[in-house]
């Protein structure tokens, strides 16, 4: 027993000598900074390159913490599935008394479980998307100079599991952060710090962190296969493309049409060559090696093509086929679909995070009762465009059986027209 004894002090005056060595070693005073309008627009210019509208329309994230907890949040139903050990816990986050527990597999009323979920959500979501928490109730924020940069601190005075937390958030050249240092109630030394360094971006078009490495003694938090999508998004875009014919628009070879009658376009699509005429001059544009494109003039081909003339026809091309054919790119690389309610039914909001000649365009897709496109509202931040209404009528079904639009009315009541459109093999 005396040995026992002997031992557990000796072992407890080891643990005392180790914290009081990294809290003199490592403890920080938590800064003073100055809230207002530089402290907002700093953390908005974070939000922002974070794709916060993407998250607020994410509809279901996963993840674990440590390889223990794990996760799927159902964030617009307010409903998360927390699973460790033997328990899940189906965790209704606006209403505690809906909750469910079970214990392997059987439904069982166990409050401490439930408490223990709420606590394991509150601090293991944190981890997750803790920056797009910065403008949340009970937050205040104040702007930091740390090492001679603006810094972003982050004080809860209510709300979660611990009030009074407070995160300085490290930013890079892009507002993008980097790690944080942290003043929280649960950890003795303050200005202890952590990576946010290792993101991915999710096919929802948000960025969230696989892993965090601490200062202290380099300790890694894992967050297994972190996942954010917008499942039913994807379904109501799946019926469009049904809608709009899109299995014989891939099988389409040959498409034809004009706009506003400036400008006419033969597309052979299998073998990505477009002929785009206008005025006098015609580019055979090449659209996967516009080095291949050839320049013709009153049909006299140039012995030297023009790269500003090609860049001026791939440009006239990519707006003018968009509005031919944009109902069947919903799904292509470097777009992001979420939902977002319109008169209170389901609209498509289409997001082009890369690509094309202005990325970063959103497009929310107006539909019928059979989800068949009817109009859209146009954001395009490069012309100063917020919702800017158009039309999508008068279809036809082409020679190849898809579905293209002729023409489109805009807000000012002018019309587009496309044209004789024409789509066959």
Wanted: aromatic share 12%; charged share 25%.
């Amino acid at each position: 027993m005396k040995k026992i004894i002997k031992y557990t002090t000796l072992l407890f005056l080891l643990l005392v000598a180790v914290l009081a060595i990294c809290y003199f070693t490592y403890n920080e005073p938590l800064p003073k900074g100055e809230q207002g309008k530089q402290a907002d627009e700093l953390a908005s210019k974070m939000l922002k390159e974070l794709a916060y509208e993407a998250y607020k329309n994410t509809e279901v994230l996963e993840w674990s913490f440590r390889g223990k907890h794990h996760y799927k949040w159902y964030k617009q139903e307010n409903i998360v599935v927390v699973s460790w050990d033997q328990n899940k816990v189906i965790l209704n986050t606006k209403k505690s008394e809906k909750s469910e527990v079970y214990i392997d597999d059987e439904k069982v009323i166990n409050s401490k479980i439930l408490k223990q979920a709420r606590a394991f959500f509150n601090n293991d979501s944190f981890w997750l998307v803790a920056p797009y928490k910065v403008f949340d109730a009970g937050t205040e924020r104040r702007i930091v100079k740390y090492n001679d940069k603006d810094a972003l601190l982050i004080t809860y005075a209510s709300g979660g599991t611990t009030p009074g937390d407070s995160y300085l958030w490290i930013l890079d050249e892009n507002y993008i952060p980097t790690s944080f240092k942290m003043w929280v109630k649960i950890i003795p030394v303050g200005g202890l710090s952590a990576t946010w360094s290792d993101w991915k971006t999710t096919k929802s078009g948000i960025k969230l962190p696989t892993k965090h490495t601490l200062s202290l003694f380099g300790l890694e938090i894992p967050m297994g296969k972190v996942k954010a999508e917008n499942r039913k998004a994807d379904i109501l875009a799946k019926s469009i493309l049904k809608a709009v014919k899109h299995e014989a628009y891939k099988n389409t070879r040959f498409l034809e049409w004009s706009f506003g009658g400036k400008r006419s376009f033969k597309w052979d699509k299998e073998k990505n060559i477009v002929a785009v005429s206008w005025d006098t001059i015609r580019v055979n544009l090449h659209t996967r090696n516009k080095e291949n494109s050839t320049i013709f003039f009153n049909n006299t081909k140039q012995e030297i093509a023009d790269p500003s003339l090609i860049l001026k026809a791939w440009n006239i091309f990519n707006n003018d086929s968009f509005w031919l054919v944009a109902p069947h790119k919903l799904f292509e690389k470097g777009i992001v679909r979420s939902i977002q309610k319109v008169d209170g039914k389901d609209a498509l909001l289409v997001k082009y995070r890369n690509g094309g000649s202005t990325p970063g365009d959103s497009y929310l897709w107006i539909l019928d009762a059979y989800n068949f496109p009817k109009s859209y509202k146009m954001n395009v931040p490069s012309m100063n465009m917020v919702g800017v209404p158009a039309t999508w009528e008068d279809w036809i079904t082409t020679e190849s059986g898809t579905l293209l639009p002729t023409s489109h009315t805009f807000s000012s009541g002018s019309k587009l027209s496309m044209g004789t459109v024409k789509g066959y093999n």
